[in-house]
């Protein structure tokens, strides 16, 4: 199993969800994009899929209407989720296994991103309302 790759900045998790599926590290990532979009509003799914079809990897996104949805529990999707109380800027995530990594679990008990850590769980802590899909 793959480690998962914990966020180092507020708006991170594009970052490290690219990194999860790149193999890369997220330090490796920040390095080519800068840290101003991890720091000041994150990366849009549109640039999300730019970024990784520059690093070879090709994927496609759609707003995820209830026939889409279904294709969302497929290993190397990246899900959206929308913006909430408890996510107020949305968050990503990445299927892996059965399970969603999510670089910042803990956000609910500490939105600190000092001390922000990564883990697995089985399911989507909010409603996904984009898939950045791995295109075949």
Known sequence: MK?????EHDFGCAIACMAF????????????LGNNKAATRGIYCKEL?????????????????????VKIYQDSVIVFIQRSKKYPTGHYLVRYKNLWMDPWIN???????????????KRLPGRPIYGVFPEV
């Open 3 to 7: 480690s998962s790759i914990t966020q």
């Open 21 to 32: 599926i790149t193999n890369k590290s997220y330090q490796d990532l920040l390095m080519v």
């Open 49 to 69: 899929v730019e970024i990784l079809g520059k690093l070879g990897y090709f994927y496609s996104y759609n707003y995820l209407k209830p026939k889409l949805k």
């Open 107 to 121: 956000l609910q008990t500490s939105s600190d991103i000092k001390k922000a850590k990564s883990g697995f769980r």
